[in-house]
Structure formats: structure tokens, C-alpha cells
């Protein structure tokens, strides 16, 4: 994965408007990030291969970057992303690490189930 071009992820995601897509979203501070340091609220959030949908789509932030995507029914939003995969021209895969390297955020989109 490579750092994320605002560009280049815009167009991918204009790309995509109108498809039928399955979604992977997850997000997690880390199942023992409370052990580590009580400070910590341990916290996570998981869906994937839902079908959607979405008429508009948009990236913003300086990076960490948040991406929305306005469905028929509500909005899909992800913040925090940080990279993305550039070599991959059937799937969107965005990701956000901390500052170890650690996975915080996953947000992609498909034509075919993950």
C-alpha cells in the first residue's frame, strides 16, 4: 500500500458511482488496547460484502483523510484513512495505520465479494 493521492483516489471513486459494489468497512482501536493503557477505550466496527450503491462519493482532509459516499438511504463515512492500494484497478482498498504501522481503518469497495 502507498500513501494516498487525493487525485487519483477521487477519480477511482467517481468511477464507481452508480455500480452495484460490495463493501468492507471495519474499524478498531485494538481488542486489548484497554490492557495496554486504561486510558484506551477498546472499540470496533465490522461489515462486509454488503451491497451497495452510492449516487455521489468524495475524499477530503489534508490526510488522515475521510471518504462519504451518499447512498440511496443514508451515507456510508470513514475517517482516519491513510493509504491506499494503487495497483488494483477492480477494487478500491483504502486503509488507515497509526503511528506503528498498526491497521485502525479499512474501508473498500468491489464488484466481487471480498
Do not use: C
Amino acid at each position: 500500500m502507498q500513501l494516498i493521492d487525493q487525485v487519483q483516489v477521487q477519480n477511482r471513486i467517481n468511477s464507481l458511482i452508480g455500480q452495484e459494489l460490495y463493501v468492507h468497512l471495519e474499524m478498531t482501536t485494538g481488542a486489548y488496547a484497554s490492557h495496554l493503557d486504561s486510558s484506551k477505550h477498546p472499540a470496533a466496527t465490522f461489515i462486509s460484502n454488503a451491497l451497495i450503491q452510492y449516487s455521489q462519493g468524495s475524499i477530503a482532509g489534508n490526510g488522515p483523510f475521510r471518504v462519504g459516499l451518499k447512498t440511496l438511504n443514508g451515507w456510508i463515512y470513514s475517517e482516519g484513512l491513510t493509504h491506499w492500494e494503487n495497483n488494483d484497478a477492480e477494487r478500491l482498498i483504502m486503509a488507515g495505520h497509526d503511528t506503528q504501522g498498526k491497521l485502525v481503518v479499512a474501508l473498500q469497495l468491489s464488484r466481487e465479494p471480498f
